[in-house]
């Protein structure tokens, strides 16, 4: 086991507002090796050491420290696992975002420097979370996530099926073969299409959230599902503002001294801006209340596709009160 001290690196100012920790401990994770790096919240640069990755082992360092422990990594394909793995021996966990971690991105790079650049960054407060949970809800966005991933599969196998028929190259055995092969990947499409949505079934008829939502014009069964498997707790959004941002209905400002220099899109949650822009397209050209709505924003001059933005706009703020109102009655 190596460990070394980082060297001239100036010691981190607190804010009042930032929580103040016995240990920061941040980990670069891979299949072969682990880098981990900790720091108190006196000392000026981490103690970094690196060994072959054991989580057993890094459960019992994590053990043996006291106090109280904060514990950060990027999001990764192991992250889900990590979290479940370390949560028990932290007092907080961040999953942070890599995208974010422009500090990584500089100067001289390998396990040891990255671990210690995020246990800096973690201490300085300067990670964007990525959410994960324990809750019994992060299996619905497993599933959703497979759902989505499966129909992805069999839309382009369809697609490649009715290209080859345009092109007419079903002839000859290649051409017979290449359509063989599509057809049967299209079969098992819709085969396991069919049994996740009875999975979603299942959670609908247990789950009364899961009900109410898929009440709300234009969101369905499908609907339902994505929002709640992606959002989980609505306690993560202060206000219906920060929800339409992670919808992606929204852009952020861009303005410095006094000037507007346009706006930004913010990352933002992909399958979830897809949900309500197709159920404004589906609710308002049905007799309800929102095409009523949808009307008279034209009327008022909106452009249409200003208008349907509103709407989304709308139906997104009627999950995020249906979903904010469960969370609040779970925990009360």
Avoid at 61 to 84: D, M, N, P
């Amino acid at each position: 086991m190596r460990i070394r001290k980082l060297t001239g690196q100036k010691p981190i100012v607190k804010t009042s507002r930032q929580e103040v920790y016995d240990h920061y401990v941040s980990l670069d994770w891979s299949e072969m090796t682990m880098a981990v790096a900790t720091m108190t919240a006196s000392e000026a640069s981490p103690q970094v050491w690196e060994v072959r990755s054991d989580i057993t082992r890094l459960q019992e360092y994590l053990k043996s420290l006291g106090g109280r422990i904060i514990l950060t990594f990027e999001e990764s394909t192991s992250a889900h696992w990590l979290y479940q793995q370390l949560m028990p021996y932290v007092e907080r966990l961040i999953v942070c975002n890599p995208g974010y971690n422009r500090l990584l991105c500089r100067g001289p790079k390998n396990d040891s420097i990255d671990a210690a650049k995020l246990c800096l960054l973690l201490r300085q407060g300067s990670l964007k979370e990525v959410y994960h949970s324990t809750s019994r809800l992060y299996e619905l966005r497993l599933l959703v996530s497979a759902y989505d991933d499966t129909v992805r599969a069999g839309v382009v196998a369809q697609n490649q099926l009715k290209a080859h028929e345009r092109g007419r190259q079903t002839t000859g055995r290649s051409g017979c073969l290449i359509v063989e092969q599509l057809q049967t990947r299209i079969e098992l499409y819709r085969k396991e299409k069919r049994q996740y949505e009875e999975a979603f079934t299942r959670w609908i008829k247990r789950t009364p959230v899961l009900r109410q939502l898929k009440r709300l014009p234009g969101i369905g069964f499908r609907g339902a599902v994505k929002i709640l498997g992606y959002v989980i707790d609505a306690r993560r959004f202060p206000n219906r503002g920060h929800y339409w941002s992670y919808c992606g209905l929204i852009w952020h400002q861009k303005t410095s001294g006094g000037r507007h220099y346009g706006r930004r899109r913010p990352q933002y949650n992909h399958v979830l801006k897809a949900v309500y822009k197709t159920a404004a397209l589906a609710a308002i050209h049905r007799r309800n209340h929102i095409a009523d709505y949808y009307q008279s924003l034209l009327k008022s001059g909106r452009a249409e596709h200003d208008a349907r933005h509103a709407i989304a706009r709308y139906i997104a703020r009627l999950s995020y009160g249906i979903l904010k109102q469960a969370t609040e009655h779970n925990n009360s």
